[in-house]
């Protein structure tokens, strides 16, 4: 059975197979029930220092609910950390499933 995530009122399902090539931050992309690209929930911010596996949960979904799904499906462990650019603030998460669908 393929693990899902809600976003307001849609599911997708999560895969992280690529990096970030500024900074080697894993990307996770989302896809709707037809396999098609619906677009990234992390994003890039170069000027921070992530741990391995690190990555930050974009402005463009509910940050913490969304944090709150990938952790109910074991994609991703969540942290106290917070990475700061000068567009905003974005909770980091530790992928769990590199080079996966989650």
Do not use: W
């Amino acid at each position: 059975m393929e693990k899902l995530i809600q976003i307001y009122v849609s599911k997708y399902s999560v895969v992280c197979l690529r990096q970030y090539e500024a900074n080697d931050q894993p990307v996770l992309d989302i896809f709707d029930s037809l396999g098609c690209p619906a677009g990234s929930i992390s994003t890039c911010i170069p000027s921070h220092l992530f741990e391995n596996g690190e990555t930050a949960i974009s402005t463009d979904v509910p940050q913490q609910d969304t944090i709150d799904e990938l952790v109910r499906i074991g994609a991703v462990e969540a942290t106290d950390k917070i990475a700061y650019s000068a567009h905003g603030e974005y909770p980091v998460v530790k992928v769990l499933n590199l080079g996966a669908s989650c």
